[in-house]
T-cell receptor, first 110, second 116 residues
Framework: EDQVTQSPEALRLQEGESSSLNCSYTVSGLRGLFWYRQDPGKGPEFLFTLYSAGEEKEKERLKATLTKKESFLHITAPKPEDSATYLCAVLSNSGYALNFGKGTSLLVTP | EAGVVQSPRYKIIEKKQPVAFWCNPISGHNTLYWYRQNLGQGPELLIRYENEEAVDDSQLPKDRFSAERLKGVDSTLKIQPAELGDSAVYLC??????????????FGPGTRLLVL
């Protein structure tokens, strides 16, 4: 059974204080690993897709990396507008639905 | 392009009452998903449609939940009767091809249901 575990559950950073969010996964054949951002009262918004170990994707202050067991979302010099819940999800070769972790709630204070 | 549209955005009902949620996916997207998201959790799949056919409804509580996707476009998710534990956010998502492409799935804003 596919499993996705995200840590930490919550993270509070000062503006400019870089950090990383972790997503550990167990899947029977990875078709893709997805990162989403979810703001309060909104649906998840797509950030990145990673397909194979060693792959990296960047967007503004965010950088996602992938190994065979986990993915990291690195946030460099975050700003208050980066505050949100970050969700990790996997898509396995045996299914078509995303299997989500519980998310990391990030708060960036000025 | 217009995103996934859901209505209503909020719904408050008494337990044992029926409730229905509506979803209009992105134009041209053949695959439609309904997810339920409990507070502090990630979304969990309820049902997946390929065009008008429900191809994965194994997680749908069929004693009280039903769904339909007429003409392979809009979809409705119904709960009858609602229970206190059904309070959650119901998310609709769509994707352009069978399965999930490079951008994953496109999500709507969700319907927030509170059962009293």
């Amino acid at each position: 059974e596919d499993q996705v575990t995200q840590s930490p559950e919550a993270l509070r950073l000062q503006e400019g204080e870089s950090s990383s969010l972790n997503c550990s996964y167990t899947v029977s054949g990875l078709r893709g690993l997805f990162w989403y951002r979810q703001d309060p009262g909104k649906g998840p918004e797509f950030l990145f897709t990673l397909y194979s170990a060693g792959e990296e994707k960047e967007k503004e202050r965010l950088k996602a990396t992938l190994t065979k067991k986990e993915s990291f979302l690195h946030i460099t010099a975050p700003k208050p507008e980066d505050s949100a819940t970050y969700l990790c999800a996997v898509l396995s070769n045996s299914g078509y639905a995303l299997n989500f972790g519980k998310g990391t709630s990030l708060l960036v204070t000025p | 392009e217009a995103g996934v549209v859901q209505s209503p955005r909020y719904k408050i009902i008494e337990k044992k009452q029926p409730v229905a949620f509506w979803c209009n996916p992105i134009s041209g997207h053949n695959t439609l998903y309904w997810y339920r998201q409990n507070l502090g959790q990630g979304p969990e799949l309820l049902i997946r449609y390929e065009n008008e056919e429900a191809v994965d409804d194994s997680q749908l509580p069929k004693d009280r939940f039903s769904a339909e996707r007429l003409k392979g476009v809009d979809s409705t998710l119904k709960i009858q009767p609602a229970e206190l534990g059904d309070s959650a956010v119901y998310l609709c998502a769509s994707s352009p091809t069978t399965g999930t492409g490079t951008r994953g799935q496109y999500f709507g804003p969700g319907t927030r249901l509170l059962v009293l």
